[in-house]
């Protein structure tokens, strides 16, 4: 079974805000997906971030995943307001959070799919649900052991990253990296 | 949709751009030959200002619409409780439902009014079947923390907010919701009063889903048969015939005396004289002069003054609905949900919560 990667926006964010996009694909290997909220949430933060158009306008993570039987919308609904806060009248809010975990818990094409976010609540809710989680430092780590990058140079990238108000778990310094 | 379409009062290729929808994805879905997707009915849900759920069921809550119409203080009370009933409602499916105790079958009678005691005599019914199941507690009204006594014994959610001053509180029962917002107050007993009138309501199973209470000791208001059973039942709760006819001896009672017992039961002098002229254990005279006692000079009288000034304190401080609160923590705890429906309740940042929570180590040191 193909196990997808559904980074959410702000992953998605965090490599943009370094124009270091190319690096996320390739860790990707052409299995990153998105649900129609996280892609929407990408092109509106792409207004502030260009970089991002190229993947909003691009095919690297397939069309957005449509959510549309009456029943997974409810779902999606109650998801997205008990689990993860968000209030009835801002029904975007948290949206991108409860899709992906909706569609990697329910559908069976796609059981077994990563969530990669950098929120804590979301990364806990997720694992104690069983949904295997990655953040922002091991998609680096991973370009890391595939030779994409060097340790230091992904150390260095991931402190611009912080640096430029991303808010990410940083590794303590290159060689946390090379794991 | 269509309808919402047409109240918008934009074409629909306008209304497509504004909820950035393809026009004819949008007349493929209106005919029916496409399904409208999450983020279409989220889109078009925050355009039309309408819930995903409402777009998808139709069904319109009676709490959502009496918010919608309903202006002024009155309005945000109600939006507050329909917010409370829904997270309620939402956080039951993950296994947390309101633990709502009503009151035993045998007493239908009392509520139904078949004993033919009337709507003032079943709110003196019901009051008597509350305090035996307080008392089962080892508890009683007369408490300080009588939201968290009620919660504890009746099941339904208390919760104080800044929603005066033209409003007292409301009582909301919407599925398996029960919730009672009271209005922060500088006056303890009133707020005292009104939560023991909320709790009247529900417990006799009024038939709306929401009592909006402007103002509680309104004479308008009381004529209302609902109303007036609460208010029976309020009183019948916190001022007990029997207390009051232990306090009064064969002479009367003394005003020293008076004040000691309106300050010891937490209620307004001008509601307890009338109580005690409703059992004659006072004139007309002498409620007349009783009841012209503020609670300010009750205290004062009983050498209570520090005692008065921290209810008052208290009444006018907020207070989130104690067992939403603490079953949104457990679904936190048990992995059900994330942090930050416990974290609105308490109208915190989630991530300082977090963070507060998560450094309460030990690590204070010795002092």
Known sequence: MTEFLFPDNTVLCNFAEVDSLDLLTSVLRGRGRWTEAVAYEARRSARVLPPLTS???????????????????????????????????EPLRHLGEAQTCHVIETWPELAGSWWISDDREALRYARFRGITTRETIDLVAMAVADGEIGPKDGHALMQRMASAGRHLRLPASAADLAR | MLGLIESSGLTRRAFAEQVSLDESKLSKSLSGARRFSSLD????????????????????????MAARNTGGHGGAAISLARR?????????????????????????????????????????????????????????????????????????DVTVAAIGP????????????????????????????????????????????????????????????SEARANSFAAALLMPEARLRAAVGPDGISEQDFAALATDLM?????????????????????????????????????????????????????????????????????????????????????????????????????
């Open chain 2, 166 to 225: 033209d409003f007292d509180g409301l009582a909301a029962s919407s599925g398996g919701a029960k919730i009672i917002v009271l209005a922060t107050s500088a006056v303890p007993s009133r707020q005292r009063f009104t939560l023991a009138h909320e709790l009247g309501h529900l417990l006799a199973g009024d038939d709306q889903e929401v009592h909006l209470d402007r103002d509680i000791y309104s004479p308008a208001q009381s004529r209302d048969p």
């Open chain 2, 84 to 156: 409370l009933s829904l997270l309620r409602a939402d956080i039951s499916r993950l296994g947390y439902p309101q633990p709502w105790r009503p009151l035993a079958d045998a007493h239908e009678p009392a509520r139904s009014g078949q004993d033919g005691s009337g709507f003032a005599g079943q709110g003196r019914a019901l009051a008597a079947v509350a305090s035996a199941r307080l008392a089962e507690a080892t508890r009683s009204a007369s408490t300080e923390d009588l939201p968290a006594v009620i919660e504890a014994a009746f099941g339904v």
């Open chain 2, 267 to 367: 209620v307004s002098p001008s509601a307890l004289a009338y109580r005690l002229r409703e059992f004659r254990l006072v004139d007309s005279g002498t409620c007349d002069k009783l009841r012209k006692i503020s609670a300010a000079r009750a205290a004062a009288m009983t050498s209570q003054g520090e005692e008065f000034a921290r209810r008052v304190a208290a009444a006018t401080a907020l207070r989130p609905p104690g067992l939403l609160l603490r079953d949104a923590y457990a679904a936190y705890q048990a992995g059900a949900a994330t942090l930050r429906p416990y974290a609105s309740l308490l109208g915190a940042d989630v991530d300082e919560l977090r963070t507060a929570l998560e450094s309460d180590d030990g690590s204070a040191g010795e002092l």
């Open chain 1, 55 to 89: 993947l909003v306008t691009g095919q690297e993570f397939g069309e957005p995943i449509e959510i549309s039987a009456d029943a997974d919308v409810l779902r999606v609904e109650r998801l997205r307001r008990a689990v993860f806060g968000g209030a009835e009248d």
């Open chain 2, 41 to 64: 009915l989220a889109r078009i849900a925050e355009k039309g200002q309408v819930t995903v759920d409402w777009l998808i069921t139709g069904d319109d809550p009676p709490l959502a």
